[in-house]
């Protein structure tokens, strides 16, 4: 069983800690790191458990005070319970103070006396709603502004969890917080959270999840996971980017061969991590050896570019099990630019790196691109992603990678 069923299962499966007493009044955290899937996991295998109680998920991201955090939670309750849905424009709960921590009634920044009624009134049925076995998501955790202080946010979740017995989830990355925050954190979460759960996917069983929302041929499921795991990439929005992306495409391209899918999916990947797609057919020169093209993303640096090439064109750097990690791609590759600075002038003596502006600013910018100089030397060399696929279809996929239409 996969650490996301497992997890599934303690939650709500067959006297699921969620669905028991034991964890009213309590708060528990769902950590992972970011992107791996932890909302939709909530989202799609959790929260559909509580649609028919009181119910809340609450995304902290851009919340700037605890009474908007406050205000969120208790719309979001009445309108689960009334389902209601949309019961207040954006416009109006902008102008709505909350109630506070001890659930009383505050003044009401000058909305119109009815609409103050209307709101109050909503306010005070969402209060008692929290006392019947609510279940609150905070989502984004560590999103919050920072106009929102740990210390005040830990203490209203605990009152929260206290004053209405109600179970409450945090779902975050908890590796984000940094320096004095990160212990303030630290002895927060050993104070307030009751228990603590690693979300931990496969790249398999994330892929798996998301797969089964598509209407994709099964057999392009191993190409397609194939590429991914060539990015060792656990992450759950790229993955609904490409299948999103890729069953879009296939529809008006049903032929494709699975090299074109190879090349379509580890493109737009690419795409996704560093926003580049490789154009080598836009950027010949006659001066690369074995006819290189010259790959466009340094195609303001033409003479650094061609280098590049030319260094990577090497055998040093042919060898597809070569370079087990970008550090070493990159050292051996600045010591070839920096042979061409070599200073051979002085008879007798061993030529010596002559350091110049121009090769400080080359190797400044191949610092600064390494993870795309890393990627397009394991695409081209070590996937040899474009083998077999023709130009045409390079510049078809390449043009609905860059601009969403077909």
Request: proline share 2%.
């Amino acid at each position: 069983m996969s650490n996301i069923e497992k997890l599934k299962e303690y939650l709500i499966g067959d006297n699921g800690y969620l669905l028991k007493e034991l964890s009213n009044g309590k708060a528990m955290m769902i950590s992972g790191e970011w992107g791996s899937g932890k909302t939709h996991f909530w989202k799609n295998k959790i929260e559909p458990k509580f649609k028919k109680q009181p119910y809340a998920y609450v995304s902290l991201y851009g919340k700037t005070s605890i009474a908007s955090i406050e205000n969120d939670l208790y719309m979001q309750i009445y309108s689960n319970v009334n389902k209601e849905g949309d019961f207040i424009s954006k416009a109006s709960s902008t102008l709505i103070t909350t109630y506070a921590r001890v659930f009383k009634p505050v003044s009401i920044i000058d909305a119109g006396e009815s609409e103050k009624l209307v709101v109050e009134s909503k306010h005070k049925k969402a209060i008692k709603s929290l006392q019947k076995n609510a279940v609150i998501c905070f989502d984004d955790f560590e999103r919050k502004s920072k106009d929102v202080d740990l210390n005040d946010l830990f203490g209203f979740i605990t009152q929260l969890a206290l004053n209405f017995n109600c179970k409450i989830v945090l779902i975050l990355n908890s590796d984000v917080f940094e320096g004095k925050e990160k212990k303030l954190f630290a002895d927060l979460k050993e104070k307030s959270v009751s228990k603590f759960f690693k979300f931990n996917p496969s790249a398999e069983n994330l892929f798996e999840i998301i797969f089964n929302k598509y209407t994709l041929d099964e057999k392009h499921k191993t190409i397609i996971l194939n590429a991914i795991n060539e990015f060792s990439l656990l992450n759950a929005r790229i993955y609904e980017n490409i299948l999103e992306s890729f069953q879009e495409y296939s529809q008006k391209n049903p032929e494709m061969t699975e090299q074109e899918i190879g090349y379509f999916v580890l493109a737009l990947i690419n795409f996704n991590l560093f926003h580049i797609v490789f154009k080598f057919y836009d950027y010949s020169d006659p001066s690369l050896e074995n006819n290189f093209n010259l790959p466009s993303f340094f195609a303001e640096q033409k003479d650094l570019t061609i280098k590049l090439v030319n260094s990577l064109s090497n055998p040093f750097f042919q060898s597809r099990d070569k370079f087990r990690t970008q550090l070493e791609l990159i050292d051996l590759l600045k010591n070839f630019i920096s042979s061409d600075y070599k200073n051979t002038n002085e008879p007798n003596k061993k030529a010596e790196t002559k350091p110049t502006e121009k090769l400080t600013e080359d190797l400044k910018i191949v610092n600064k691109y390494a993870d795309i100089i890393w990627s397009y030397w394991r695409l081209e060399t070590k996937l040899e992603y474009r083998k077999d696929v023709s130009e045409e279809s390079i510049r078809k996929i390449n043009n609905f990678i860059e601009t969403g239409i077909l």
